[in-house]
């Protein structure tokens, strides 16, 4: 049996960028998709901290160090400059393979600098 799992999150990014009329769907900091080992044109998920908002598209590679965060095409319609967003990919695993891995967890500043990696989340307490 394949299992869905998260594969990488970038938490509380800042999307920098609404284009309607550009060509691809979510421009990321390449340095963002190297740590979190996201591909280009993999396809992701996004959710939107500001208004609820959840859409799927893909990733496209914007320039190294650069911060950016680009919500585009039809997409940019769900997402504005300065909204905090929540990345994730997933992928599918054999069961034995999914009881030892572990997601790559990225956590942003309001300037899409990173702030601490994990490969976990802490257990949610009452």
């Avoid at 999307?15 to 550009?22: G, K, P």
């Avoid at 190297?34 to 998920?45: A, L, R, V």
């Avoid at 990225?106 to 994990?118: E, F, G, M, P």
């Amino acid at each position: 049996m394949l299992l869905t799992l998260l594969k990488a999150k970038l938490h509380q990014a800042r999307v920098t960028h609404a284009e309607l009329e550009y060509e691809g769907s979510c421009a990321i900091d390449g340095n963002l998709l190297d740590t979190t080992g996201i591909h280009e044109y993999e396809q992701i998920h996004i959710y939107n901290l500001a208004n609820g908002e959840r859409f799927t598209t893909y990733t496209i590679r914007a320039e190294n160090g650069s911060g950016i965060i680009s919500v585009n095409g039809a997409a940019a319609h769900l997402a504005s400059p300065d909204d905090r967003i929540i990345i994730c990919a997933y992928g599918q695993l054999e069961q034995q393979r999914a009881v030892k891995f572990k997601p790559k967890l990225v956590y942003l500043d309001a300037s899409n600098k990173i702030l601490r990696t994990r490969n976990s989340i802490p257990i949610q307490v009452a």
